[in-house]
């Protein structure tokens, strides 16, 4: 006990052994719905399902123990949603691309988050890029993830008129998403843990009740994970029409990552009088390093979870929490039968409860500067295009071209010009 405490400096953060094991039952709690989740998204995509809930929880553990051990922060780690969206529904579904290419996307992401987190290149990217894409990208990856979640559970139909409309909110499906998204919120609210995989497991009961699902049983030996191990197909990915796919995961992962650590670590008060996260090049080596990893083993992007404030909330302050984490989602594969009978419409409220996290962001837009109407493009154009990738190309155009309209030319970095160059290149001569 004694060379734990030492280890994760236990002592030195006024915790205690025990408070960082219940801290870390206490995010596995907030983010487990994503062994459910991630599933269902990538079956979606034409990947085995028994394999890709091995897969999850295998990258889940590998990120949380890296993170734990390496950087020695109490940041938990899982595949990302949002990332899964765009994985099955953007590149996989829209593109046309197969999934092991994909795969092979997400490792190149993967392994160039690494390249940038070594030489220190990181800080100079997140410099760069203009408060309002980050600000679209994140709100717009919100309304891609609610838009697909409306479609998964029924709410919303096809419409040859209109290309969509609303469904038959007195279905089964529709309504036990509406039941779901209500109960998380509402638990939400009342900070209870674990709140999303409660509105979740609630759904899954009362379709099993009402004969919508088929009882196949609770706990069995982990499913076979080769359908989907060590599939990448990396020289795949190296298609001129990929750059752009490539980009906007590293993009997506890497903003992701770099708000999740400044917000769980500003909330743990881990953050130094000189404004930098301790330990923050490990961290992102231990983020990037996971999600190359985990296309090895078969799921996309894995990245840090912002639900990790919520065993910072129960006391953790250590890297002993997101070993915690790690240990219990390796436990979690012998509960296979159980994420095989969480329907679709059972994960549907989930998604679009994360999905209204996503659109909060958009408090800390300048509405007042109407330069800064990149933020409605790519939030608009992500969802509509059903595309995150075209989302922020759009968006880096727009905020190019309105000031430089506007005379703002100083606005605009040299890194945005560049960017702005190939994506604008990427949609008119690809």
């Keep these: 006990m004694n060379a734990i405490e030492r280890y994760f400096g236990i002592n030195g953060q006024n915790t205690t052994i025990k408070t960082e094991i219940l801290a870390g039952v206490t995010t596995f709690l ?3 719905y994503i062994i459910f989740v991630n599933p269902n998204v990538l079956a979606d995509a034409g990947m085995d399902k028994g394999a890709v809930f091995v897969a999850t929880c295998l990258a889940a553990a590998v990120g949380c123990f890296i993170m734990g051990i ?9 595949p990302g949603m949002g990332l899964n969206a765009f ?8 593109m046309g691309y ?6 092979g996307a997400v490792f190149l ?10 030489f220190k290149i990181r800080e100079l990217i997140i410099n760069s890029i203009p408060d309002s894409i980050k600000q679209g990208v994140v709100a717009g990856i919100g309304a891609f993830l609610a838009f697909i979640s409306l479609q998964t559970a029924g709410v919303i139909v096809n419409n040859d008129a209109t290309l969509v409309g609303l469904g038959d909110m007195t279905a089964f499906s529709p309504a ?11 638990l939400s609210h009342k900070k209870i843990p674990g709140a999303v995989t409660i509105g979740i497991l609630l759904v899954a009961l009362i379709s099993l009740i009402t004969g919508n699902t088929q009882f196949t049983g609770i706990i069995s030996a982990p499913p076979p994970i080769a359908p989907t191990l060590m599939q990448l197909d990396i020289a795949g990915a190296f298609d001129v029409a990929m750059i752009s796919v490539i ?3 590293l993009f997506v992962d890497l903003f992701d990552t770099a708000g999740t650590l400044i917000a769980t670590t500003s909330q743990a008060g881990l953050i130094g009088k000189d404004g930098k996260i301790p330990n923050m090049g490990k961290a992102l080596l231990a983020d990037s390093s996971a999600t190359v990893a985990g296309t090895l083993l078969g799921t996309s992007s894995t990245t840090s979870f912002v639900e ?12 002993l929490v997101a070993v915690t984490v790690g240990v219990l989602f390796l436990l979690s594969m012998f509960f296979a039968p159980l994420a095989g009978m969480i329907p679709g419409y059972a994960t549907a409220g989930a998604i679009f409860y994360v999905a209204v996290l996503m659109m909060g962001t958009l408090k800390d837009v300048d509405w007042l500067d109407l330069t800064e109407a990149a933020v409605v493009v790519v939030l608009l154009f992500t969802p509509l295009t059903y595309s995150i990738a075209d989302g922020i190309a759009l968006g880096f155009i727009t905020f190019a071209a309105i000031k430089v309209v506007a005379g703002k030319f100083s606005d605009v970095s040299i890194p945005v010009w560049i960017l702005t160059a190939v994506l604008l290149a990427k949609i008119v001569f690809i």
Aim: glycine share 14%; net charge positive; proline share 2%.
């Design 30 to 32: 907030t983010m487990a």
């Design 70 to 78: 390496y950087a020695r922060l109490p940041v938990a780690l899982a």
């Design 87 to 94: 994985f099955t529904y953007g590149v996989v579904l829209g």
């Design 98 to 103: 197969a999934w092991q290419t994909a795969l």
């Design 109 to 118: 992401s993967g392994c160039i988050f690494i390249l940038l987190s070594l």
């Design 176 to 186: 036990m998403a509406a039941l779901g998204f209500i109960v998380i919120v509402g």
């Design 247 to 249: 980009f906007a995961f």
């Design 308 to 319: 990790s404030v919520s065993g910072i909330a129960a006391g953790g302050r250590t890297g």
